[in-house]
């Protein structure tokens, strides 16, 4: 993770073929953390993040304890890791989600079970009406998510990459992703990306348009600073 397409041996170490993101950031002055929420530890393999944390040592800790093991802990890792970033301000910190990920349902605590009959077993007993209210479910709790991710930022110079790594099919009783790039359907590999700037960011004109030529053209038509998403 964390290359280029071919950046990596296609084995099962993933060896580099190239430096990685944090390797890149750290040569111009970043520090970088690493918060997942995700147990594939050979996803982190030579990472070169100065702290990394995954799922299981993040349920572990005691502040955590009783608390449902989910990606919300990583909004508490992100705040720790602000605090322990750089004297430069110059800090990258990841946080790898579970987000929607099968099985849909518990991916969300139940205050969030907005749409129903969910699916509540395994594919072969659920159809597809409960699978897709359990995958929208879900995606509620990732907005959920990401609004408290932006709500640390807001008053800080900061930008957000939000991204999905892959899409999902849902069939009737079966899901199914990361099926062969040759013949997986649009929705699994098509994915949106969302970049958010705070509005510390945006005081440098420069910064929008290096990211979305549309967000800088609108400043510079005497638009009031506001948060922006695109």
Known sequence: ???????????????????????????????????AMQSEMWFYSNTMANNIAYREQIGAEPRNRGKSVDDMLLVDEMKRGMAQGNASGKHLIILHTKGSHFNYTQRYPRSFA??????????????????????????????????SVLDQLRDKKAIVFYAADHGESINEREHLHGTPRKMAPPEQFRVPMMVWMSDKYLENPDHAGRVCPSAAAGRDEGAAPSRRAV
């Open 1 to 35: 993770m964390f290359v280029r397409e071919g950046g990596a041996e296609d084995n099962p170490q993933r060896t580099l073929k190239e430096q990685n993101v944090f390797a890149v950031l750290h040569q111009l002055g970043f520090s970088g953390n690493l918060y």
């Open 114 to 147: 907005q749409w129903k009959p969910e699916c509540v077993g395994v594919d072969n007993k659920c159809s597809k009406a409960e699978l897709i209210n359990s995958y929208d479910n879900s995606v509620t709790y990732v907005d959920h998510f990401i609004v």
